[in-house]
């Protein structure tokens, strides 16, 4: 999975060689892919961490057997 810096990267790329009158659209865009990106990193840890979780309580029930 790119990075979220990798992403913005390439979007701050394209919109630096974009004509000028086009810009302000696409800023806003680029804003709203940055906060798609943090939701899409947050999703990612929690699902992470809730794997762990689940792992973890397996492991006890299995020591416990």
Known sequence: M????N???????NINL???HT??????QY???EV??????TLV???KDAMN??????RNKHDEA
């Open 7 to 13: 992403i913005l990267d390439d979007i701050r790329v």
């Open 23 to 28: 810009r302000p659209p696409l800023e806003l």
């Open 31 to 33: 804003i709203l892919i």
């Open 36 to 41: 798609l990106l943090d939701i899409r990193n």
């Open 18 to 20: 974009a004509p000028r």
């Open 53 to 58: 979780a689940l792992i973890q309580i397996r």
């Open 45 to 47: 840890t929690d699902a």
């Open 2 to 5: 790119r990075t979220k810096d």
